[in-house]
């Protein structure tokens, strides 16, 4: 079968590799008909973290074509979303929803798992891991498999922004980043109930216009202080209950930490990158800083009604739509800013 593989230094190729075949009763091999290219697949891309070569991607979702003997909870046709860690749904930390953090765990595209821009993958503990979207047999079409798509990653880490912060009802809320995940995050506060949302750091017309899409309410194109003195013109001087960082860098952090009200929170959930905090700024204020890792297959679940039944498109998070053999170009446009997210049709 063909699969994506990351060669370094910004390329990858579409490979031949061995078909997926079961190998612990716990197994199912998924066809995979849909992925996509996260914002981490970039960081890999650009030469910051993993080895090569090694298959990639870890947004995927398809049909179940085989299953182990001891598997439970799919069956062969199922339609399911496959979270962006694998885990086995029994540990400590799977029984208390961190999925994130399974003791028998792990990444796609790491030792020996596949991957997820390909044709097919092997997932490990599929009852732990997948999450079948329909009762039976039945499949999405094309715009709703991509916000079903967002739900193995992209709009899960949103919401687990909005969900981490406790955003509750009344709420003024300020997202930092116009990012797929900021996107996502200002949908997920929407869903919880927040009364304002303000999207701060947009800089870009067409990521304006899609964040009015996904809740905004007002848009602050300004970083740092200005930002800030910005948002306060906005809410007649009042700080925000919660700012989402969805950015993850130093001055996106500290402009969060400046932002919240005193008793707010500052929720976290992109890969923080030369982040340090003065816990003195959080100290006088009271300020709660939370987030972290997404356990996507914990909110799958939550969240999965409100797709279906149409309450939250997140789909359009995907910009643009490329076939698996042009999975280079989807690469390339989006390191060069072409689009947003790539969303790949495998079949
Ligand atoms: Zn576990």
């Known amino acids: 079968m063909k699969a994506t593989v990351y060669h370094g230094n910004h390329t990858v190729s579409l490979d031949e590799v061995p078909d997926p075949v079961i190998q612990h009763p716990t197994d199912a091999i998924v066809d995979i008909e849909y992925a996509g290219v996260c914002g981490s ?36 046709g199922d339609w399911v979303i496959v979270p962006f860690r694998y885990s086995d749904g029994t540990c400590r930390f799977c029984r208390q929803g961190l999925e994130t953090s399974c ?19 092997r997932v490990p503990f599929a009852d732990g891991t997948l999450v079948k979207a329909y009762a039976d047999g039945h499949r999405p079409d094309e715009s709703l498999a991509a916000g079903l798509l967002t739900l193995t990653d992209v709009f899960t880490t949103g919401y687990h922004a909005a969900a981490s912060a406790h955003v509750q009802p009344g709420d003024v809320v300020a997202v930092i980043g116009d990012g797929a995940v900021g996107l996502c995050a200002m949908m997920a506060a929407k869903l919880l109930g927040a009364d304002c949302v303000i999207n701060a750091g947009s800089t870009h017309a067409d990521r304006n216009e899609l964040a009015l899409r996904f809740g905004a309410d007002q848009i602050v194109t300004e970083r740092g202080d200005d930002a800030v003195k910005h ?5 007649g001087g009042d700080r925000p209950d919660k700012v ?14 400046h932002m919240v009200a005193p008793g707010g929170t500052v929720s976290y959930v992109g ?7 003065d ?9 709660t800083v939370t987030g972290g890792m997404s356990p996507a ?40 800013r072409r689009t947003i997210k790539p969303m790949i049709v495998v079949r």
């Open 271 to 277: 890969l923080p990158h030369g982040v340090s905090i």
């Open 297 to 336: 297959r914990h909110y799958i679940a939550a969240v999965l009604p409100a797709v279906l039944d149409g309450r939250i498109d997140p789909g359009p998070v995907y910009t643009k739509r490329y076939a698996l053999a042009d999975i280079a170009q989807a690469y390339d446009d989006m390191d060069n």
């Open 41 to 76: 697949d970039l960081w890999t891309y650009r030469d910051q973290g993993a080895a090569a070569p090694n298959r990639i991607g870890h947004e995927f979702v398809g049909t179940v074509r085989e299953i182990g003997s001891e598997v439970r909870s799919v069956k062969p």
């Open 279 to 287: 816990v003195r700024d959080l100290f006088y204020s009271n300020i």
């Open 231 to 235: 948002v306060l013109s906005i809410t």
């Open 244 to 257: 989402l960082e969805c950015v993850g860098s130093a001055q996106s952090f500290a402009t969060a930490i």
């Open 103 to 121: 003791v028998n765990g792990g990444f796609w595209g790491r030792e020996t798992a596949d991957a997820g821009q390909g044709q097919a993958a």
